[in-house]
């Protein structure tokens, strides 16, 4: 495959939002890998930490927008980038209740019975699991958007745009299917480490694609 015919001006964009596509999954890996302290201070470094994970998706989803956009500009295209930055804001939402919630809880349930103390706590579990869901059908619109929007790109092609699409389209179908249930509670198969694994590879091949830009 030869140098991609485009202007070189572009070279550290693409470049650099690759990187952040690859950084983004690290962040994610970084928070659930590394046992945090229950630390005011290991609480909010790891709520930087995983806010990593969509402000830097945004920023990828805007490279891949760009680097799609100067080839084949297309209305597919354009609706994959808005679709995913709102998917990344929610996610941004879901993740900080996550984290406030489990911070928190102890001390919101005290002087409360243990029956009580639990159901709050499944309660409270409710408002990411429905974020979560809403992170995923964003996410996965983005997704199949995109899928059309790389297969006529040089460089991905269908061999990227569909499973991109597939991907998408699948993640869609288990969280209706499951809702308002997390889908590895349901017996469904989680799909989210392999659509991580695919975001860091068209992340790489867009830091491959900018680096062959032409002078």
Request: contains cysteine; proline residues 5%.
């Amino acid at each position: 495959m030869g140098k991609i015919d485009v202007p070189a001006k572009n070279r550290t964009l693409w470049t650099n939002c690759g990187i952040a596509g690859i950084a983004c999954v690290g962040c994610y890996l970084l928070v659930i890998l590394i046992p945090w302290p229950e630390t005011q201070l290991g609480t909010s470094v790891s709520l930087v930490v995983l806010s990593g994970f969509p402000l830097l998706g945004i920023v990828f989803s805007y490279g891949l927008y760009s680097f799609v956009a100067e080839e084949s500009e297309g209305a597919a295209n354009r609706l994959a980038f808005v679709f995913a930055a709102a998917a990344f804001a929610t996610l941004l939402g879901m993740l900080f209740v996550q984290l406030a919630v489990g911070a928190g809880i102890a001390e919101m349930a005290k002087g409360l019975d243990e029956s009580t103390a639990k159901a709050l706590r499944r309660g409270l579990r409710l408002i990411d699991f429905g974020l979560d869901v809403a992170w995923d059908f964003l996410i996965g619109t983005a997704l199949v958007l995109w899928g059309w929007a790389l297969s006529r790109r040089r460089g991905f092609g269908p061999g990227w745009g569909v499973p991109s699409a597939l991907f998408g389209i699948a993640l869609i179908v288990a969280n209706a299917a499951t809702f308002p249930w997390p889908r590895g509670d349901r017996g469904l198969v989680d799909f989210g480490p392999f659509i991580a694994l695919f975001w860091v590879a068209v992340g790489a091949s867009l830091i491959v694609l900018g680096r062959r830009v032409g002078p």
